[in-house]
């Protein structure tokens, strides 16, 4: 599984990285430091992501099966 | 609150309409039932209110309001004073120009700030908590919940402290206009002179030092630029000014209905000190079913049909967040308060761009004040059998006092 943050979409809420600040790193004003290229989950964290996916305000994240 | 509809000025196609002011204070937890109310009976609504404006009740019509601004202006987010006597920057500027004043305050407010300013904030707030503990009882809004996010917000954009005391009753003061209510237009015109005076004497004081003052936003501002040139006074007084104000009032907010909620549900308290990692589960639930922005205005650039109703350029729309926030077409159990709620994608912090900047102060200041609180005072109760009171919706909900009591040792 992987995520996608759509950039112009991302307000920069911060929850993704809020419940899995292993998945979606940030930069200096908040927003995800990778957005529009694939991140990648680790198998045991496909929970998380879905988690990530579904809290996400402005609905930017979708989650893309290998 | 409600008073007979009138005939609105114009056709709006079947539309119900009604007549109320969202200005008025009622008892605690009034404004949810009405945003409930009207969300029940009607997804949009034609309110004679003012000059009269659309106001939309469920999910998908207030997310659509936020998510579409090149329709939806923020140039007011007021629905009865389409053109207010202040100018808040960046809040009320559209794009392209918003996000160039955004990039200038987001560094200020970024979750790598807040981290950097977590230990302070933790020891303002456990003073403030160790001060009151003995007492075994508290005004909790106005000796906590106004007090913590005010110096806390100061800390952060280097103000000192000790002008808490001039800030309080100018935000206060504000608040009295914003929701239209004339009688409160003086007060809200004086408190906007003395913030500006206020910045004013700040600016002059820094302006022309060559390197930035560090942690000091308003000489940060001096030295910043938008598209290559220096920021004007006026700019950087309509930055400071919007700060202030939605710095210092919606956290005090929040942490009222947030204690609230504590004192009259023990087993909830008991979950969080047994488990702290659902502190901000519960924080995020907070925001949404304590949603204190009762709604929120936006001007419409352009006719175009929305939502079955047909807007008119330059008319307001009203979208009901807290109605959203709790809307069963968008929410399971949404009118419930679910402490450890997961996928929990509310609007308290409203949605687009322009999410609230201060959000990642905020929910720091809410997190820090349960866990402080509840490790030095763990049970407390309400300490009055009398009705406690919340300001009007249009201002934004606020408790205007909570007394809590609990045993001393």
New interface residues.
């Given amino acids: 599984m992987k995520l996608l943050i759509a950039g112009d979409v991302c307000?920069?809420?911060?929850?993704c990285?809020?419940i899995a600040p292993d998945i979606v790193t940030?930069d200096?004003?908040?927003y995800p430091t990778i957005r529009d290229e694939l991140l990648a989950v680790p198998d045991d964290r496909v929970a998380a992501a879905e988690?990530v996916a579904?809290?996400?305000?402005?609905?930017a994240i979708s989650i893309i099966d290998d | 609150m409600a008073t007979p509809p009138q005939v609105p000025q114009r056709d709006v196609g079947g539309c119900p309409v009604m007549h109320r002011d969202f200005a008025p204070a009622g008892p605690a937890g009034c404004y949810w039932d009405l945003a409930k109310e009207l969300r029940d009976g009607s997804p949009v609504y034609f309110n004679t209110f003012a000059q009269g404006y659309w106001v939309f009740t469920r999910h998908d019509a207030v997310k659509d309001i936020y998510?579409t601004p090149e329709i939806f202006s923020s140039e007011s987010f007021t629905p009865w004073e389409p053109n207010p006597v202040y100018r808040f920057v960046p809040t009320q500027i559209d794009a392209p120009d918003h996000i160039k004043y955004r990039?200038i305050l987001?560094?200020w407010?970024?979750?790598?700030a807040i981290d950097a300013a977590e230990d302070d904030l933790r020891v303002l707030c456990r003073g403030l908590v160790e001060e009151v503990a003995p007492k075994g009882a508290t005004d909790f809004v106005n000796e906590f919940a106004l007090r913590f996010p005010t110096e806390g917000f100061l800390h952060v954009i280097g103000v000192p402290p000790k002008d808490a005391d001039l800030f309080v009753p100018w935000v206060e003061d504000f608040f009295a206009g914003f929701s239209g209510d004339p009688a409160g237009l003086e007060r809200m015109t004086s408190a906007l002179g003395g913030i500006r005076e206020y910045f004013v004497a700040a600016l002059e004081e820094r302006r022309g030092e060559t390197e930035p003052r560090p942690g000091d936003l308003a000489s940060h501002l001096l030295h910043s630029t938008f598209d290559d040139r220096p920021l004007t006074d006026t700019e950087m007084l309509d930055m400071l000014t919007v700060l202030v104000l939605a710095g210092l009032d919606t956290t005090r907010a929040e942490l009222g209905y947030m204690f609230r909620h504590l004192a009259e549900h023990p087993e909830h308290r008991r979950r969080l000190i047994e488990d702290p990692e659902l502190i901000?589960l519960a924080v995020?639930e907070v925001l949404r079913y304590y949603t204190i922005i009762f709604g929120d205005g936006r001007k419409v650039t352009r006719d175009v049909e929305f939502h079955d109703v047909q807007l008119k350029q330059g008319e307001m729309v009203y979208g009901l967040v807290s109605a959203a926030n709790r809307d069963p077409e968008h929410w399971e159990r949404g009118e419930e308060f679910v402490i450890d709620r997961?996928?929990?994608?509310?609007?308290g912090?409203a949605?687009?761009?322009h999410?609230c900047l201060g959000?990642?102060l905020a929910r720091r200041e809410m997190r820090l004040a349960v866990e402080e609180w509840l490790r030095v005072i763990p049970d407390f109760h309400i300490a009055t059998d009398e009705q406690l009171t919340e300001r009007g919706g249009g201002s934004m909900m606020t408790l205007l006092e909570l007394p809590l009591a609990w045993e001393t040792a």
């Avoid at chain 2, 407010?109 to 790598?112: A, D, I, L």
């Avoid at chain 2, 997961?342 to 609007?347: A, E, I, L």
């Fill in positions: 307000m920069g809420h911060g929850r990285y809020g940030y200096d004003e908040g988690e579904a809290t996400c305000p402005e609905e | 998510k990039r987001n560094p407010f970024s979750p790598r901000p995020e997961t996928r929990n994608n509310h609007m912090f949605n687009g761009p999410r959000m990642h």
